[in-house]
């Protein structure tokens, strides 16, 4: 079965949310095979879904505007959300409870963890204010950020910490900059792409990032250029699948999911269902799903692979 027949499964569309899905993101894959959903929404409740069925399992309640981002800490006991409220909050994941909320001047529309399963307290946030922070949830949430800096000439719209101590930014100034912590200027690298940037993904060691009518891949360390795929269309969100044999995008300019081989760039499907722009696009970590958060405020789980899998039989 190739690509284009696995459009005649139905995808799981996930309801809840009242206002556009800003962004969405998987865990890691638990011993047992399964994995968790968070969606961030301007409707300012992220959201914990199963990832395989994404039936609803909570609501993260407590911010007082619009969600940005939402991801999770490595061993998924932890997630972070950004938001138009000006804060930054870390929440238990079992319980839902708020850990920490950090106070920022401005909207901050990013947020992660360091890609340790040994030393979760550590996260960067980043937004409007064009300042990246780090943060020590081992401290006093009132104490100020671990580290600060000026990292980009527009709002930073998203962060990714990739490795002890090298976080990748990227937003409205179209520049994707490496910072290395250990280092006294921190900033390593920085490349000029198409156009603004909205999100990047990180997966086994490589960084994919929408910007114009292009999708880029790098070496998430070496930061050497992968790929560079052209498109006839402005994507705004990508998702590389884990195989590396194809990606998925969402335009603000249509409704479609489009996927496309990696290598040659042509368009394998078109995923129609949402009802506005698609704003976040993620496969899951096993590559057997894709999920698309759009303008309509719905999430919608597309089958990637044959065979039964979750809800489909």
Sequence with gaps: MDQSQLSRYLPLTCTGHSRPVTHLSFSNIYENGSYLMISACKDGAPMLRDGVTGDWIGTFTGHKGAVWSARFSADAELAITASADFTAKVWDSNSGSIIAS???????RTAAFVPSYSQTQYCVTA????KIRIWDLNREESAPALMEWVGAEGTIKSALWVEQSVIITAGDDKCMKWWDLRTVDKLV?????????SQMEERKGSVTVAAGSA???????DRTPMKKQALDYNASTVSIHPSRKKFATGSTNDTWVRIHDFSTGAVLDTLKGHHGPVHSIS???????????????????????????????
């Design 102 to 108: 950090y106070g920022h001047n401005h909207i901050v």
């Design 127 to 130: 937004g409007n204010e064009k």
């Design 189 to 197: 690298d920085s490349v000029t792409l198409d156009g603004p940037i």
């Design 215 to 221: 999708v880029y891949t790098f070496d998430a360390l």
């Design 283 to 313: 496969y899951s970590p096993d590559g057997q799903l894709c999920a698309s958060g759009g303008e309509d405020g719905t999430i919608r789980l597309w089958k990637s692979e044959t065979g039964p899998y979750g809800l489909w039989k």
